[in-house]
């Protein structure tokens, strides 16, 4: 009787997932298959922080930048980071799909970090299973950097982040 508890379970998930994955836009799928590193995106900024810290970003708006992100590329220039902007603030989840290094990620609401994720490890280093960090509350930026960089320049929740103007 257990085992077909737990066969229902599964089937049921299974369908469940199947479900969600069919009615998402293409656009909103990472690309699997596709394991080489994209060029740099487009649009640049410097975003700053706590009136201070100054950090050259690339940003992130569409589906298919999100989904991309950093994956795949070897190295990110040691001041530089990757800014991911969403149109509403929402609970977010980023994983380390992809990922050839770790990195400090830090989620953003209204201009304020409301959580850093310090020295998230890649794949390579967690038995290939990419490593998932959570927003503790909706956020509507999500902010990628080498790891080790929010402590080296003094980052905490609760800074201001703003981006300088074109």
């Known amino acids: ?15 469940g997932a199947a ?52 994956s795949y590329r070897t190295t990110l220039p040691a001041t530089d980071g990757m800014l991911f902007v969403f149109p509403v603030a929402e609970s977010r989840s980023f994983w380390m799909r992809g990922m050839q290094f770790p990195l400090d990620i830090l989620f953003i609401r209204e201009g304020r970090i409301i959580s850093i994720h310090p020295s998230v490890p890649p794949p390579s280093e967690t038995k290939g299973i990419p490593a998932i960090v959570r927003s503790p509350a909706a956020a509507d930026m999500v902010l990628e950097v080498n790891a080790g960089a929010a402590e080296a320049w003094e980052l905490v929740v609760g800074m201001e982040v703003t981006m300088e103007q074109k």
């Open 1 to 15: 009787m257990k085992a077909l508890h737990l066969v229902i379970i599964l089937l049921a998930l299974i369908v």
């Open 19 to 70: 479900l969600t994955l069919r009615f998402l836009p293409a656009s909103a799928l990472p690309s699997l298959g596709e394991k080489t590193a994209q060029p740099p995106l487009q649009e640049r900024r410097v975003l700053l922080v706590d009136e201070r810290v100054r950090i050259p970003v690339e940003v992130a708006r569409a589906n298919e930048e999100h989904a991309r992100g950093l």
